[in-house]
């Protein structure tokens, strides 16, 4: 049977795909890169922002087309399409319920199943599996690399996230923080040693928060700073307890700039607050550790940080840029940013732009504030469901009580029905202005009035 693959989001993505590749290959499987010759069509996909899974859905909408046109020939069997990683953990049985035509939707922990969801797909059902995983790593899976020309490669030294910032999803689509044994990954980067590969970036959803626990987070063999609590940078807190004991991230890094002198070490996506001093000296003391730190703000508003409960105020952000400059004088930084917040204002924006010219950043990743159903949404905005069940977003306030106005103004509450004026949108959400509460049977006799007059 053929396999497509087509990837969508971060490099995490690309690496899961090589592990459920490695998988699926073991049970027989082939891969093409013509997706016109595929058996069965695979989407690992993000689910990070809206505009991520409008893609998803767009290209949806090709498969079930290309998957139609396969049915109606006798030569070939029809076509499977199937939804792996994100979008799969965060919409689950909504995407078959929406699209009829998807067979699998797998999420990031289950890919150990994909042989067996396929097979079950034979009965003409669709096979679902988005159970989340508390000690799932794919630590004994050697990744079988997708793109074979480049001479960089991802490895996957965690997955997870425990600290729940309020605008993000991962910690609902990717499940609790878990590390890979250290020696499973050095094996790795050896084997990638071996095939020539002159660049390994090592990877997490926060990926210097890394603790190797498989001997046991007291095992004789750790030192006295291995078995003490998480050092955090000076000035930031996390909303979980300090964890104690395994093998940190820095006794990772160390052992895997050993392994090949001359293959450069990157990691990411770090969490400012995972940066003890003993990885900063790692990254100016060797010389394959690429002096680069991607170190996420989000924002320069003491305000929204706390909103978005980063865990350190701007302040503390600067003070860790200082010190890390102090200890790697030629350090290259970036950053992630995200613009219009929930509650930000023009000078909380200031702030972030004052920020980023302070800091000198290499590089920055900006993106809009995209609310997903888990993340926080605005006080100052409220959402409810139109009559043909598509989600409106309308900002909160004193609207009338009727559509003349004639009496006082009041404010929405949840069950109130709203008459609102659409002004914006997508297939998933429609944004509006709200324009005076109404009942469900005034507001269709005004619009089968609205029709009469039409038709008179």
Known sequence: MMMYFEVYGCQMNTNDTE?????????????????????????????????????????????????????RGTSNP?????ILGCMAERLKEEIVERNKLV??????????????????????????????????????????????????????????????????????????????????ILEEVQSLSDQGIKQV?????????????????????YDERTLQETQMSRGFKTVYKLKKGGRRFSDLLHRVALIDPEMRVRFTSPHPKDFPDEVLHLINEYANICNQIHLPAQSGSTQVLQAMRRGYTRQSYLELVDHIRAIIPDINFSSDFI???????????????????????????T?????????????????????????????NGLIPSTSTGRYNNR???????????????????LKATPLFHSTLQDFHQQQRRQQEDIAS
């Not at 970036?201 to 063999?221: I, K």
């Not at 613009?339 to 990743?365: M, P, R, W």
């Not at 029905?417 to 997508?426: H, L, M, R, S, T």
């Open 19 to 71: 592990i459920a590749w490695s998988l699926l290959q073991e049970k027989g499987f082939k891969k093409t890169n013509n997706i016109k010759e595929a058996d069965v069509v695979l989407l690992m996909t993000c689910a990070i922002r809206d505009n991520a899974e409008q893609k998803i859905w767009n290209k949806l909408d090709y498969l079930t087309s290309l998957k139609k046109a396969r049915s």
């Open 78 to 82: 029809p076509i499977k399409i199937g």
């Open 103 to 184: 067979d699998v939707v797998c999420g990031p922990d289950a890919y150990r199943d994909l042989p067996r969801l396929l097979s079950t797909t034979n009965s003409g059902q669709a096979a679902i599996n988005v159970i989340l995983s508390l000690d799932e790593t794919y630590a004994d899976v050697m990744p079988l690399r997708i793109n074979n020309t480049t001479k960089s490669a991802y490895i996957s030294i965690m997955r997870g996230c425990d600290n729940m910032c309020t605008y993000c999803i991962v910690p609902f689509t990717r499940g609790r923080e878990r590390s890979r044994p250290i020696s499973s």
């Open 201 to 221: 970036t090592l990877l997490g959803q926060n990926v210097n928060s890394y603790r190797d626990t498989s001997e046991g987070v007291d095992h004789a063999m």
């Open 339 to 365: 613009a219009g917040f929930c509650g930000e204002t023009e000078s909380d924006h200031e702030d972030t732009v004052s920020l980023i010219k302070q800091v000198k950043y290499n590089v920055c990743y």
């Open 367 to 395: 993106y809009p504030y995209s609310m997903r159903q888990e993340s926080k949404r605005s006080q100052e905005e409220l959402a409810g469901r139109n009559d043909g069940n598509i989600k409106v977003i309308m900002p």
């Open 411 to 429: 404010g929405m509450q949840v069950g109130d029905y709203v008459v609102a004026q659409i002004n914006d949108g997508n297939s998933q959400v």
